[in-house]
């Protein structure tokens, strides 16, 4: 649910002075904060559906068009990860977040063994938060909370074709802070720098030997961001991640030599979000937007092991570039009542070579309605999302390890709420 008027600033029109939020405005947002980051560690894994390894947006609202509104982020979450200079938006102390469920599937059917057939099901949830904070007329300062990526595989064993058991859950969450400022009443620009937290449990049999580990550690990364209104139809916004790193360390047993240090130097791929958001009818807001992620350094990466180093392989092995499409409709129906709409395309990033068992995806189309509520100070919005079912053929030529049909399907819903002062 958009926190703002749904009309555009008028060129030449002065920036509106935005009150100070009250002590205890501040101290309830920062407790409202902090837990809402200790509830996103906890439940950050998010349903590993095609390129759900990359998260395509944040929030209810800002999933209801699909992540296309980079040039004006609905809420201070959706602003953190696309755009921060879509904070000048919220012209008063401004503060939500939300709560998802996610349903994934994953499956296997493999030709090498036959008869291997195995499904994976997850029901995560997918919180998020942010708060968006004035100063004056032209400076806004924010903080949030969100899962960059997540991701869960664990199938078998199958004695009856001799497939052992594969897990692996991977986990990202990131905990945004940034500034924006208003240049003028058509430019803004905006910057954040983005601690986090990373940790990848997993369990497979390789070379004889049984790799069962937990690695985790923190990591940080950048993001600036302009936002251009040259008139009053058309807003345009540019996003730039920059990379990031994320330091993992953990150790595991080794039958007769003790435990070896496990790690991993996790490369947090770039990332540009280029997006346009029109409203030349009374009402209707279309957004349309583009994503590029450099998600093959996600392959540069390795996990390292100090007694068996003839293991290292790939985060994500064989890892490729996504690009990510996507189109948004938000209309007003009534004066406080908001229908959106949003369908987007994303290609796969696990390369065919790395395709197995631990980690797979599919070209990733998603389609999803919703709907906000303004109600005074307070916004509520809902939204459904469908992730189209999806299948990828490994031959035994090109197979890491199961050769034969990779598909996933997925579904969430999403509800947001926000309130501004």
């Not at 986090?196 to 049984?210: A, K, S």
């Not at 990379?243 to 990332?271: C, F, K, N």
């Not at 598909?407 to 709420?417: D, I, K, N, P, R």
Request: net charge neutral; proline share 9%.
């Amino acid at each position: 649910m958009p926190v703002r008027s749904r009309e555009p600033q008028k060129a030449g029109r002065p920036p509106q002075r935005a009150p100070v939020a009250r002590p205890m405005g501040f101290v309830a947002a920062a407790v409202c904060f902090g837990a809402c980051a200790a509830l996103a560690c906890v439940l950050a894994p998010a349903p590993a559906c095609a390129s759900l390894l990359l998260a395509p947006a944040v929030g209810a609202a800002d999933s209801g068009t699909a992540g296309t509104r980079i040039a004006d982020p609905p809420t201070p979450s959706a602003a953190l990860f696309e755009n921060p200079a879509g904070l000048t938006a919220f012209d008063t102390f401004t503060q939500g977040g939300g709560l998802g469920l996610g349903y994934g599937r994953g499956r296997i059917k493999a030709s090498m063994p036959a008869g291997f057939n195995d499904t994976t099901t997850m029901w995560p949830l997918i919180p998020d938060f942010g708060l968006s904070i004035p100063y004056r007329d032209r400076w806004r300062f924010a903080a949030g909370t969100y899962g960059s990526t997540g991701s869960r595989f664990d199938f078998g064993p199958d004695p009856a074709t001799g497939v052992p058991s594969f897990f692996s859950e991977t986990i990202v969450m990131g905990v945004p802070l940034g500034v924006a400022y208003r240049l003028t009443d058509q430019v803004s620009v905006g910057a954040e720098v983005q601690p986090m937290f990373g940790q990848l449990r997993t369990h497979f049999p390789g070379g004889g030997l049984e790799f069962r580990y937990k690695i985790n550690g923190p990591g940080v990364q950048g993001m600036v961001g302009t936002t251009v209104r040259p008139n009053d139809q058309w807003a345009l916004g540019l996003g730039v991640r920059t990379p990031g790193m994320i330091w993992m360390t953990g150790s595991m047993p080794v039958p007769g030599a003790g435990r070896q240090d496990v790690h991993s130097d996790l490369e947090m791929p770039t990332q540009v979000f280029l997006g346009a958001t029109w409203r030349g009818l009374p009402r209707l807001a279309l957004s349309g937007a583009v994503r590029f992620t450099n998600s093959n350094t996600l392959g540069h990466s390795k996990s390292e092991y100090d007694l068996t180093p003839q293991a290292n392989s790939g985060f994500v092995p064989y890892a490729r570039d996504e690009w990510k499409f996507g189109l948004g409709a938000e209309y007003a129906i009534r004066e406080q009542t908001l229908l959106r709409l949003g369908a987007s395309w994303a290609s796969h990033i696990v390369g065919s070579k790395g395709v197995s068992p631990l980690v797979f995806d599919d070209d990733d189309a998603k389609i999803g309605v919703g709907v906000g509520q303004h109600f005074g100070h307070w916004a509520l919005d809902l939204t459904a999302g469908y992730t189209l079912p999806a299948e990828r053929h490994i031959s035994p030529n090109t197979a890491l390890i199961l050769p034969g049909a990779y598909s996933m399907q997925g579904a969430v819903f999403m509800l947001g709420l926000s309130t501004r002062r």
